[in-house]
């Protein structure tokens, strides 16, 4: 199950919440390695000893055979009734479990915010909705045991009744000894007889278990991560930066609308191109097209290899991202700059030095290997921001993305990452995604997107020039001032790239 999830594609986590996930791997896991055995050997036990009291009662008198299979008839009949509600129910248990692992997990998750906004009591409320939801079901679950077993114990009553009626009506001559070996024993019925039938019941509703962890363990998984072996690219591979979109349209689910569609574009290697667009655009689904997180119709090429026929690994190891959100590991700061110990010290410290951040690592009880809290808690989003930019200085890819990098940082930070870039990347091909323009509009060419469709792609100032241009109506909503600097900016840029070719573009 653990190696199926780590093989899935990104849709499977959006449609699935995390509780779901946790509660396969805790409740459900629990049920077959501790409450599935027991119950199997209790079933297995009771079983052998009830053919022993049978036995017994038959060798006393073998015409009670016929109400003993009479009585087993009823037995099975209603194990019947009772397991067609009670694993419906067993199954809605389990699925109203789920949203309390999700809404205590999402709480944990936002503590800060939600004491800062002082939301407790309605965060309560909404896990007492959840927890009564799930108590519910418990409580539908045991109250249909419970009736189960009041039905079994009544039966054995009626069975007990006629064995020892059986030995007042018909005139035998048996043995004292024997009549109370037969009654003991069928009154001995009466619990073993309740508690083998809910046993068996109970390993039936546990099968739920195992029934979800299945289902888990065969979801769909995303392609290969090596590729054949005669297609493998090779060490050096991508050496320029060359990226070519051709008709690219990205389907998150089957039977979906496109979110990109027929997306065509090149970039020039160590090109610097920014990606703009309304929310919804389709900017970041470009690049999920870009690292293949969802299918994808037509061919995305880099370095004049197409990368559908790259195995996952080998396309993704190749190219750096420095997301909104910085992501940063529960392990050593050597292990988040560098998870597969291919690079020396030296390097990992020059990374860190070119970032500002040499000294608060050196401050650290044990420098390198000082072990993060989790989420990189015990670091600002800003420096967390900068650890994800060293991690991709040390990797040095000929393709780095940017989503949406200074969106969350102080305007300080936000230099010093839009510096850095420039300097240490001068040599790759960059292309990021910003929502604030002035971020983007000394870049080599701007992309605007607009409803999963490219609607301008050129440099920035040529774009401008176009009155009824998209990035012109963006760049105006700014307001007069703003918009008079992003098209200074834009000037000078193309200025300083293409020096021979004036200030003004026809």
């Keep these: 199950m653990f190696a199926a999830i780590t093989r899935a594609p990104m849709r499977f986590f959006h449609t699935n919440p995390s509780g779901r996930v946790l509660n396969r791997f805790s409740k459900d896991m629990g049920a077959v390695d501790e409450v599935l055995p027991s119950a199997l050997l209790d079933v297995l036990q009771i079983g052998l000893s009830l053919i022993g009291i049978v036995v017994v009662v038959a060798t006393v008198n073998w015409w009670l055979l016929v109400p003993t299979l009479a009585i087993g008839v009823i037995f099975y009949g209603l194990r019947i009734i ?13 699925v109203t479990r789920s949203p309390v692992f999700s809404h205590l997990n999402a709480s944990l998750q936002g503590i800060t915010t939600i004491r800062a906004f002082g939301a407790q009591e309605a965060l309560i409320r909404e896990f007492d909705n959840h927890q009564d939801l799930h108590s519910s079901a418990w409580y539908l679950f045991i109250a249909s045991s419970r009736a189960f077993g009041f039905w079994l114990d009544l039966v054995c009553v009626v069975y007990i009744a006629i064995v020892t009626l059986s030995f007042l009506v018909f005139d035998q001559q048996e043995h004292g000894g024997n009549v109370g070996l037969a009654i003991t024993q069928a009154m001995g019925l009466t619990g073993m007889f309740q508690w083998g039938m809910r046993q068996s019941t109970e390993l039936e509703n546990q099968m739920t278990s195992v029934e979800r962890i299945l289902e888990y363990s065969k979801i769909e998984s995303e392609p290969p991560l090596e590729s054949p072996p005669g297609r493998k690219p090779p060490a050096s591979w991508p050496e320029a930066g060359r990226l070519e979109f051709r008709r690219v349209s990205l389907y998150y689910a089957p039977g979906e609308p496109a979110v990109l569609r027929e997306l065509s574009f090149l970039v020039l290697p160590r090109e610097k191109v920014g990606i703009v667009g309304r929310t919804g655009a389709g900017k970041s689904s470009l690049i999920n097209a870009l690292f293949r997180l969802a299918k994808i119709e037509g061919e995305i090429i880099i370095d004049g290899r197409e990368t559908s026929t790259l195995g996952l690994h080998e396309l993704r190891s190749q190219i750096s991202i420095i997301p909104q959100e910085p992501v940063l590991f529960s392990g050593t700061m050597r292990h988040n700059l560098d998870p597969f110990d291919e ?26 290997n000082s072990r993060m809290s989790e989420g990189g808690a015990n670091f600002s989003v800003g420096q967390r921001q900068l650890v994800c930019l060293a991690r991709a200085i040390v990797r040095r890819s000929r393709l780095l993305v940017l989503d949406e990098a200074t969106a969350n940082v102080d305007p300080q930070t936000d230099t010093l990452i839009q510096t850095t870039i420039r300097n240490k990347f001068a040599e790759c091909t960059v292309l990021t995604i910003a929502h604030r323009l002035h971020t983007v509009m000394d870049s080599d060419k701007v992309l605007v997107m607009d409803a999963g469709q490219l609607v301008e792609f050129d440099h920035p100032h040529i774009l401008l020039q176009k009155s009824e241009g998209v990035l012109r109506g963006m760049v105006d909503q700014t307001g007069r001032t703003m918009a008079e600097t992003l098209a200074r900016v834009a000037q000078q840029a193309y200025e300083s790239k293409y020096p021979q070719s004036g200030a003004t573009v026809e």
Excluded at 85 to 92: A, C, F, P
Excluded at 344 to 366: F, G, M, N, T
């Design 82 to 94: 009772y397991l067609s509600s009670s694993r419906s129910i067993k199954r809605l248990e389990g």
């Design 343 to 368: 690079y020396p010290d030296q390097v990992l410290w020059r990374a860190l030095e070119e970032v500002e951040l040499k000294e608060a690592v050196q401050e650290l009880p044990a420098g390198l």
